[in-house]
């Protein structure tokens, strides 16, 4: 029994009276209340002496209860991202929720902790496996946030330390932020049309993909409520009655004189194009920080459709209702300049990427140098503008460099489109391989398949092979190999995992996780390479190594050297492997050191000589200039 439980216990049992007396005869008991609750709530004492002091007698027992001071100290004291969550302080039974959040600490902990073994050898799907361990944690009754809390409180202990359990904290609360965004994400889907703001849909994309940073609709509406303001004041000055002035930024309104409306759009451009310095991000179009809100604001550049969004919504805060055009390979706003009209000449078209320029039904086709259908010119609802951006998104992740960072990015936006659109069988199946291809969650995989053998039996070719290989794959994972257990006999192996390493040729940093004796690559990378033209050739020593860059390389011994001034590493994967960093070398944690059991001692051995040797040799070299400078002073 903790001394957490001891002190719930005390709560309904009697215990002994009586403390020692003081130098003046006096009990500590025979305090006043508020002065107990005082002492004990000073800093140092933390909640194992507050539960033990509760134990001592029926006086502390009472000063100590669960609605009071004592523990509400504790609680704001240890966790204090969590007192948002209570509205209401007073009444609250603190010992209650403190042991309820001490559990599900202990219970997350352990729960991060087991990833590593389980998933060292494989990309972790953390979906597929917190079933099990979550229900656990749900069966105890506690709030969700405490569950983030913990993983928060991980991730922000110390910097150097800990690198493992970070990794997977963080993992863990990737996914668990994401299905909760996913359930706002299946509200508003099934709102009816009006109520199915772009503005709130584009938010809800930038959280699911960027799950870890701090974005909510509410910061970014401020932030476009100030943008109006600016507007607001230079209508003012142009036409103090101008009737934008009247309506709040919040509040919907709607200007119906043409004039008075080109007069809000005249000042939007001049406000967030000229002052603001907007603009479309030309030079580098496909980074998906183009897609995000919260980056375009920062940043102030996007691509067509992200800066619509915020054009189109910056109007309707001024009175000015525009509608969003899918047009091919350009997102487009229209203005109707006729009531009630559908005919294609009866609008202006803005381009936001191009400034907020107005734009003819026939300068649109210029803009992409090709003719189009009438439908194009249409309105579209917010969700064909959501799956616009996802698309986008997509094809930004299809176009990557088959690294971690593109992967989740494909990841991510199929989650989203198949949310919006769940029974499109292209991006299904694309789903599918990509899972395949990652070797990840083989269940999931035939469920997906089997969705598509159900909306489309012509896709049976398909289906049918990655069918067959997702079985072999669920039957190998049952029975995997014993992991290869490499041992420093080679001699010709002079590096080891966690050296800090510089690239020869090529100059980037980077850290070692795996060896082999040999290039043991097939002959077509060899071949691309260009291994054989290297002195030693593909016989020599090969290193798996983490680049600064976040990319996974694979290089010869005789192209790698020590760093002679080694620098912590900023590769996302470098807690799958280390579990701290040292100055100048990474530890391994417990999967890699069992992979290559004689490593450590390597490289602390090589790091000792190497950089205690470059020290010398720099203390060598500073000794004439400081006998020079002492003679100097000395005149």
Same mark, same amino acid.
């Given at each position: 029994?903790?001394?957490l439980?001891?002190?719930?216990k ?41 539960a ?91 709030p ?32 668990l932020?994401? =299905? ?40 970014i509406?401020s ?14 000055l ?34 967030l ?16 920080l ?13 691509i ?16 000015? =209702? ?8 350009h ?26 320029? =107005? ?27 959501l799956?616009?951006?996802?698309g ?33 069988? =292209? ?39 990655l ?42 940093n ?28 593909a ?27 080694p ?41 000792q ?27």
């Open positions: 029994m903790t001394s439980d001891k002190q719930g005390m709560a309904t049992q009697g215990v002994g009276e009586g403390t020692a007396p003081s130098r003046d005869g006096k009990k500590l008991t025979e305090l006043p209340a508020e002065l107990l609750e005082f002492i004990l709530c000073f800093p140092v004492l933390g909640h194992a002496d507050i033990n002091a509760s134990c001592t007698c029926r006086r502390l027992r009472d000063v100590c209860h669960g609605r009071g001071k004592v523990w509400e100290h504790q609680f704001r004291h240890r966790w204090p991202r969590l007192l948002r969550y209570y509205s209401q302080l007073e009444g609250c039974d603190w010992l209650k929720e403190y042991q309820k959040r001490h559990t599900v600490g202990l219970q997350i902990r352990r729960t991060v902790e087991s990833f590593s073994k389980r998933f060292f050898a494989e990309v972790p799907c953390i979906g597929q496996v917190l079933g099990d361990s979550f229900t656990e944690i749900e069966s105890l009754g506690a969700g946030h405490f569950c983030e809390d913990e993983l928060i409180s991980i991730l922000n202990s110390d910097k150097r330390k800990n690198l493992t359990l970070k990794y997977y904290a963080q993992k863990i609360l990737y996914f932020r994401q =299905q909760n965004i996913l359930k706002t994400l299946m509200e508003f889907l099934t709102r009816p049309p009006q109520q199915q703001s772009a503005l709130e849909g584009a938010v809800l994309v930038d959280q699911y993909c960027n799950p870890l940073a701090d974005i909510s609709l509410q910061s509406s932030q476009l409520n100030e943008i109006t303001d600016k507007v607001k004041k230079m209508l003012q142009k036409n103090p009655c101008h009737p934008s002035q009247k309506g709040a930024s919040d509040e919907d309104f709607t200007i119906e004189d043409l004039d008075l409306q080109r007069q809000v759009l005249s000042a939007l451009n001049s406000i194009f000229d002052q603001l310095q907007y603009r479309g991000n030309e030079r580098d179009y496909y980074n998906p183009n897609s995000y809100l919260h980056q375009v604001l920062l940043r102030r550049m996007g067509p459709i992200s800066l619509s969004v915020l054009y189109m919504t910056l109007a309707k805060k001024l009175g000015v =209702q525009l509608e969003p055009v899918n047009f091919p390979n997102f487009l706003l229209r203005w109707c300049q006729k009531p009630n009209s559908s005919e294609i000449y009866d609008f202006v078209y803005i381009d936001a990427f191009g400034r907020g320029k =107005q734009l003819t039904a026939k300068e649109c086709e210029y803009l992409i140098g090709h003719q189009v259908t009438p439908d194009y010119y249409n309105a579209v609802s917010t969700l064909e503008v799956l616009r951006m996802v986008n998104l997509l094809n930004i992740g299809k176009r990557g460099e088959g690294n971690e960072k593109s992967y989740q990015l494909l990841r991510d936006s199929l989650d989203l489109y198949l949310t919006i659109n769940p029974d499109d069988v =292209q991006y299904l199946l694309l789903q599918a391989r990509l899972y395949f291809h990652l070797g990840i969650w083989p269940e999931k995989v035939l469920d997906i398949l089997q969705h598509i053998q159900a909306l489309d039996p012509s896709q049976h070719g398909a289906v049918g092979y069918v067959q290989h997702t079985l072999e794959h669920i039957q190998h994972k049952r029975h995997p190999p014993e992991p290869e257990v490499k041992s420093r006999t080679d001699q010709e192996v002079l590096y080891s995992v966690g050296l800090l390493m510089r690239h020869k040729r090529s100059g980037y980077c850290v070692i996780y795996g060896w082999d004796p040999n290039c043991t690559m097939g002959v077509e990378w060899i071949t691309t390479m260009r291994v054989h033209q290297l002195p030693n050739g016989g020599q020593p090969f290193y798996n190594v983490l680049v600064q860059d976040g990319t996974c390389r694979y290089a010869a011994q005789e192209n790698l050297e020590l760093h002679p001034s620098l912590e590493m900023g590769h996302p994967e470098i807690g799958r492997y280390f579990s701290a960093f040292m100055d100048t070398y990474y530890v391994a944690n417990e999967e890699l050191q069992a992979r290559y059991p004689l490593d450590m001692p390597h490289t602390i051995r090589t790091v000589e190497f950089y205690e040797k470059d020290t010398q040799q720099q203390q060598q070299e500073d000794r004439p200039a400081d006998a020079q400078l002492h003679r100097v002073l000395d005149g």
